[in-house]
């Protein structure tokens, strides 16, 4: 069965990086942290966890908006808490829904390699994703980008919530 659904992936960049120089009691921690915003935020607006990867997480809505907001919500604490720069792809589209608890298609394979391709404290989505954005959040062309695995260049968009100063402005170059 197709159903249509937005995904998103998110990543806390340089965690391999923190843990070798940090090591593994203190990446833990900040793994918990993650893992605790990411259950909150996504519960406060309806968005589910689909699965955890390692220091990362792939999220799943019905309601695109809702999952815009939770992604620049969490990307938004965790660069406020000085924590480690989280980064984010997202894309929407009809997927197949397998096994009555796991999607499949285009959409979950471009929402990751979004995440793949963007920088720390950055947010790219497709152009899709940016039809159904929450009132505090605009869409910023970034063009059309070919994305490993996909034919055609998709149409990408950096988002960032309105009326506040974009965390890309002041990154620092941060190793992954």
């Known amino acids: 069965m197709r159903v249509p659904r937005t995904f998103a992936f998110v990543d806390l960049s340089g965690f391999t990086r923190f843990t070798d120089l940090h090591g593994d009691d203190e990446a833990v921690a900040v793994l918990a942290q993650f893992r605790t915003a990411v259950r909150s935020i996504a519960s406060d607006?309806?968005?589910?966890?689909?699965?955890?990867?390692?220091?990362?997480?792939?999220?799943?809505?019905?309601?695109?908006?809702?999952?815009?907001?939770?992604?620049?919500?969490?990307?938004?604490?965790?660069?406020?808490?000085?924590?480690?720069?989280?980064?984010?792809?997202?894309?929407?589209?009809?997927?197949i829904l397998f096994e009555g608890d796991d999607y499949t298609g285009g959409a979950v394979n471009l929402a990751s390699r979004l995440c793949d391709l963007a920088q720390p404290f950055e947010v790219l989505?497709?152009?899709?994703?940016?039809?159904?954005?929450?009132?505090?959040?605009?869409?910023?062309?970034?063009?059309?980008?070919?994305?490993?695995?996909?034919a055609a260049p998709i149409s990408v968009v950096r988002l960032t919530r309105i009326h506040r100063p974009d965390p890309m402005a002041d990154a620092v170059a941060f190793e992954s």
Do not use: C, N, Y
């Open 45 to 95: 607006v309806g968005v589910r966890i689909a699965k955890w990867l390692g220091d990362g997480a792939m999220l799943v809505a019905v309601e695109g908006s809702a999952l815009v907001s939770a992604i620049v919500e969490l990307q938004e604490r965790f660069a406020d808490d000085g924590l480690l720069p989280v980064r984010a792809g997202l894309a929407w589209g009809r997927v």
């Open 125 to 150: 989505a497709t152009a899709e994703v940016a039809r159904e954005l929450p009132p505090e959040v605009a869409a910023l062309p970034v063009g059309p980008k070919q994305i490993p695995g996909f």
